[in-house]
């Protein structure tokens, strides 16, 4: 009898080890399987001399108009040979190729990912933590709440992604008070492995979502899911059976310190804008193909809208950047703002997205600011500023028949739908 009593307590101690979720802190440092494979981006790459051009990095170049509004803001995208899934502020939206709209699900601040399949859709919604699976004519088949103790989990954009079939990332914006950075669920909404927030403050109250939204957390690009969280420098790769492996550290650009972030501080955004300006201290996010590595950086103040751009080829190991600057607004009268187009003579590209090995632009980027919108115009180099002609467009190509194309879409597209410009890149 003593015997089997004892047996019964092993048995329950066993199930309730197998059943407790794993608890990790998140570390940077080198394992012996990756340390030569850690792609280190230096300091003093920063003051590099040499320019990047969209020919240096392009394979092919697309555009296209989404049966969206022009004044749409995409937080997420999805690109695929067949299909074009975009997560707006009321829904998440599927297209062809052509741009068409094929159907969609009236989510609200919703995240999504493709099924491994490429069957299904899931969906990730922050405002009521739920997860849920639609098929693509908008049925859902099925939904489950999300158990965690926190108020808030996620954000919309970039926080949730696929892991494998099972199993979803869920990331956290630090505030301070998370316990979580990072999380792992089941599709019955359980956390089955958990990052522990390791840098725990006391929040003031203050966040800038914006930055949020623009950060890129979650990525996926081909089967490859990568995490990097806001101000950080280290990218890591997540694999299937949810280890996290750092792959990239990027200490060319100098990022705003916890105690200068408005959560720990409690600044004003003015007071905030400032201290960014004058210490130049910046956000980051890295967009990670096969062969590139491209980090974009701008001002940590949400009002800042010029970013530039590092761009790392794994293939010769080169680094060039862009050198964009305001000023040349009124110097030169130019406002070619992102990497330099002599592809086929259109506006400057400014990635928003990755998928699939393209980078993709929404109208004629954010860093035109509320002129965005106006992508027709300003290829054209029809928009004047405070009555000056200024040029958006190079007029510098690599191939006439290039050119030609450019010509053909901008002089065609309806300017009330939103444009997308889709670069296919380069491979090894």
Not at 168 to 186: E, K, P, R, Y
Request: net charge positive; with cysteine.
């Amino acid at each position: 009898m003593i015997k089997i009593k004892w047996i019964f307590l092993i048995c329950i101690f066993l199930i309730a080890s197998c059943n407790k979720r794993k608890e990790e802190v998140l570390s940077n440092k080198k394992s012996a399987d990756n340390r030569d494979s850690i792609v280190h981006l230096k300091k003093e790459w920063y003051h590099t001399n040499d320019t990047i051009f969209l020919s240096h990095i392009t394979e092919n170049i697309k555009y296209l108009s989404l049966e969206i509004p022009v004044t749409t803001n995409i937080f997420q995208l999805e690109y695929t040979d067949s299909i074009i899934i975009a997560s707006i502020k009321n829904g998440i939206y599927w297209f062809n190729q052509n741009g068409k709209r094929l159907n969609g699900i009236p989510l609200q601040f919703a995240c999504f990912c493709l099924s491994e399949r490429k069957d299904s859709i899931y969906t990730y919604e922050p405002l009521n933590k739920t997860i849920s699976c639609y098929d693509f004519n908008g049925n859902q088949i099925w939904s489950s709440r999300l158990h965690h103790k926190e108020k808030e989990v996620g954000y919309y954009g970039h926080f949730f992604s696929l892991v494998n079939d099972t199993a979803f990332a869920i990331a956290f914006h630090n505030q301070g008070f998370n316990s979580d950075q990072l999380i792992f669920v089941n599709k019955q909404g359980k956390v089955i492995k958990n990052i522990t927030n390791s840098e725990t403050f006391t929040y003031s109250g203050h966040t800038y979502t914006s930055q949020m939204s623009w950060q890129r957390i979650l990525t996926r690009n081909q089967k490859q899911l990568f995490y990097h969280s806001l101000y950080g420098d280290t990218i890591f790769n997540i694999n299937e059976q949810m280890q996290l492996t750092p792959i990239i550290v990027e200490n060319i650009i100098k990022k705003v310190p916890l105690i200068s972030r408005p959560e720990y501080t409690g600044k004003t955004w003015k007071e905030f804008g400032l201290e960014c300006l004058e210490k130049q201290i910046n956000v980051t996010r890295i967009f990670n193909s096969s062969r590139y590595i491209i980090l974009e950086a701008k001002l940590a103040d949400i009002t800042s809208r010029m970013s530039n751009y590092w761009i790392y080829d794994k293939k010769d190991k080169s680094l060039k950047r862009t050198f964009n600057d305001l000023e040349d607004v009124y110097i030169k009268k130019c406002a070619h703002f992102g990497i330099y187009n002599n592809y086929d003579g259109g506006l400057a590209f400014a990635p928003d997205f990755i998928s699939n090995e393209h980078l993709i632009m929404a109208n004629a980027s954010e860093l035109q600011g509320k002129k965005s919108i106006y992508a027709k115009q300003l290829y054209k180099n029809n928009y004047n500023l405070q009555n000056q002609k200024i040029i958006y467009s190079s007029n510098t190509y690599s191939d006439l028949i290039l050119k030609e194309k450019a010509d053909a879409f901008w002089n065609n597209c309806n300017e009330k739908e939103l444009t997308l410009t889709i670069i296919k890149l380069k491979s090894k």
